[in-house]
């Protein structure tokens, strides 16, 4: 604050750098980047990650709404969709969810089109939903949100119909197969691999 008071009260530079040192007092982080968001609509998406990291949904939905509507970039909107597509369905607001999905699709970004698979997903059309995860896996040589999404599928079904697409694909990811390991075989940390952060069904 004191090296850029000269210009604070009117630099949106200024006001977002002195927000970022402040981000454990939540009313005055927002207070700053708010009205730094106000010339440059940009920042509203970092007040929406802001509160989404805090799962302040409410807010962090407003303020993404914000930069959808006076943001003109659109990529930057199809980053956000995925949590508005979840945030509106978890609402009973399946239309704006959809709409937001389709929008972030038509972006064609990895994450507009993933935002427009869950959308599928979640609403029960999983047809459509392996077509978009595997358009991901087409236009970013991708294949994990696409083997991700089958191996959901058939925990929550018990349907097989999506075995085949998987298992023609755990080659590429594990070219060496799937290695069985306990922890007498590991002598230091391991170089490689998938960190795992949290305990699901899909672990046993």
């Not at 659109?74 to 239309?95: C, M």
């Not at 089958?150 to 755990?170: H, M």
Request: hydrophobic share 35%; aromatic share 12%.
């Amino acid at each position: 604050q004191e090296m850029y008071k000269l210009v604070l009260p009117y630099a949106t530079y200024a006001m977002a750098a002195v927000a970022d040192t402040i981000q454990d007092q939540p009313d005055r982080y927002e207070e700053l980047m708010a009205r730094a968001a106000a010339p440059d609509p940009a920042r509203y998406y970092n007040l929406g990650e802001y509160f989404q990291t805090r799962q302040m949904d409410d807010k962090a939905a407003m303020y993404f709404e914000k930069g959808n509507e006076l943001c003109s970039d659109s990529v930057s909107a199809s980053y956000h969709a995925s949590f508005l597509v979840k945030y509106y369905l978890k609402k009973g607001e399946t239309q704006k969810a959809q709409s937001v999905a389709d929008e972030a699709a038509e972006v064609y970004s990895s994450v507009g089109l993933e935002a427009k698979a869950e959308f599928l997903e979640a609403t029960g059309k999983y047809a459509e939903a392996f077509d978009w995860y595997a358009k991901v896996e087409d236009r970013y040589s991708d294949s994990s949100p696409l083997m991700a999404f089958c191996l959901r599928y058939k925990a929550k079904t018990g349907d097989t119909q999506f075995d085949a697409e998987l298992n023609g694909r755990v080659p590429k990811l594990f070219p060496k197969g799937v290695e069985k390991a306990s922890l007498t075989d590991f002598q230091s940390a391991p170089v490689d691999g998938v960190l795992i952060k949290e305990e699901t069904d899909l672990l046993t």
